[in-house]
């Protein structure tokens, strides 16, 4: 198969979280020369294959072959990768087929390498995440297989290829909050104690407020309130309690114990219970290190263009390999129609994703 092959093989075998479509087994023998490891935990399936030319680094290439489902009003089969007008259009073009086959493809034709090449890979990146890359690294982590450096080929230029990779992300915090009152008649609000009258006076210093300043690498920490609601859909009765959700999409400047002195702060005098859960932690690859170094020369001779770096968006399985200590970045084709209905990419940027990982494994020494 060459690249466009690849990726529509890929494309046309159905994967929807956390099934694999049968991927796995199929990377498996397309790389025959590696050795595999499979860490199928539950319903998930995750694969670690490797292969040591010599002594020397471990770069390793990650991505999930689990879709989200295509949903309704496609023009297309999002089943069928289908082209037309210089796009390839299918559920997981751009989220990330096309980086899966990009460094699939491009370990397949290495002859030589100064170390260790790998793919890590699960069916459940887009699901919950709980069996997949993360036990992955553990398993590795167990029998001093970590790599070096990881290449997440999530889909991370904006305006057009290779204008951005992935140097860190956010964390992201959840809260649930129950603001405790008093149920009452309407009639009588002296005699209850109305949560939602006692949020609604501090409500407007807290939704949307910036906790911190940000600072160059990071955009700044916002208290997003997702959920609010209370009492019985009726008129007549105050609630006896209301329940608010939030997410802090937080930089390296807050943890979760700001948070709680913001919420102590403004529910002074309150009654209430807060529980805080953290699904990712921030992180940041500096720039100084290898592995953003040699990305970036990589890109600039394949396309020309300095790309930004960026800890923008929302999170992906590079946030469970920076505390194993592992130097990761991401970089793949555009995103602007990921998990949409007609997702598509072109077919240079697949080749071009294909020719900038060639070039990086060329290179790195």
């Known amino acids: 198969m060459n690249i466009i092959e690849l990726f529509k093989f890929l494309i046309e075998s159905k994967s929807e979280t956390p099934d694999d479509g049968g991927l796995l087994d199929f990377i498996e023998e397309y790389l025959p020369d590696f050795t595999a490891v499979r860490i199928d935990v539950e319903d998930v399936k995750n694969l670690f294959i490797y292969k040591k030319f010599s002594e020397g680094e471990h770069l390793c290439f990650a991505g999930h072959v689990d879709v989200v489902p295509a949903g309704e009003g496609w023009d297309t089969d999002p089943y069928k990768a289908v ?13 990330m087929k096309s980086g899966v086959a ?30 997949g890359t993360i ?3 553990e398993y590795l982590k167990e029998n001093a297989m970590l790599p070096d450096a990881v290449v997440v080929a999530e889909p991370t230029c904006e305006e057009r290829f290779g204008d951005a990779i992935k140097v860190g992300r956010r ?14 008649h309407a009639a009588y609000p002296e005699k209850a104690i109305n949560p939602i009258h006692n949020i609604a006076k501090i409500l407007g210093d807290m939704a949307g407020v910036d906790l911190d300043s940000g600072d160059e690498h990071f955009a700044p920490s916002k208290f997003v309130v997702t959920d609010i609601r209370s009492g019985m859909e009726v008129t007549n009765v105050t609630p006896n309690e209301l329940k608010m959700m939030f997410n802090v ?14 919420i102590a702060k403004h529910f002074d005098g309150l009654d ?7 699904g990712s932690y921030p992180f940041k690859t500096l720039t100084d290190t290898k592995i953003v170094q040699k990305i970036d020369k990589a890109i600039e001779e394949v396309t020309q263009i300095k790309p930004k770096h960026s800890t923008a968006g929302g999170t992906s399985d590079a946030r469970f390999m920076a505390p194993f ?34 070039t990086l494994i060329e290179i790195w020494e």
């Open 272 to 278: 209430y219970e807060l529980r805080l859960t953290q």
């Open 135 to 137: 036990k992955v690294l």
């Open 171 to 184: 964390g992201s915090i959840n809260g649930y909050l129950t603001l405790k009152g008093k149920q009452g």
């Open 102 to 131: 990009a460094f699939t493809q491009a370990v397949l034709e290495v002859e030589d390498f100064k170390g260790t090449l790998s793919l890590l890979l699960t069916s459940d990146e887009e699901g919950e995440a709980t069996y």
């Open 83 to 95: 082209e037309k007008d210089g796009y390839i259009y299918g559920r997981g073009t751009q989220d």
């Open 249 to 262: 999409r937080n930089n390296t400047n807050i943890t979760q114990d700001e948070i709680k002195a913001f």
């Open 325 to 358: 200590g592992i130097d990761v970045i991401e970089f793949g084709v555009k995103n602007d129609t990921i998990h949409s209905v007609n997702e598509r990419t072109t077919k240079k940027e697949l080749e071009d994703l294909y020719r900038v990982f060639k």
